[in-house]
């Protein structure tokens, strides 16, 4: 099963050893597991990440206007009904 907090080692492809001629060195960038830790997004990323996100929220801000206004209509309904309900009895 994959781990999902690591990933393949870009140096040895997953080996844990790399092939130099003749030779075969262990492979230091990741001690030979042949995977690494995944890597921390890039700042570039993370702008990114962030600007959808933005956006995102800005689109969840309208709904929930939408919805806030849709109570409001919905209580005033309400509020009539139970006025005019009292005003019958
Ligand atoms: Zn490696």
Redesign the pocket.
Known sequence: MANLDKEI?P??NGN?YVLSGLSVYQ?S??DSQ?EIPKREASVEELQKMIEEFKIHRGILQGKIKQQASKIAELENVLSIQEYKRKALS
């Open positions: 080692c140096v040895c844990g492979c960038y990741c042949g």
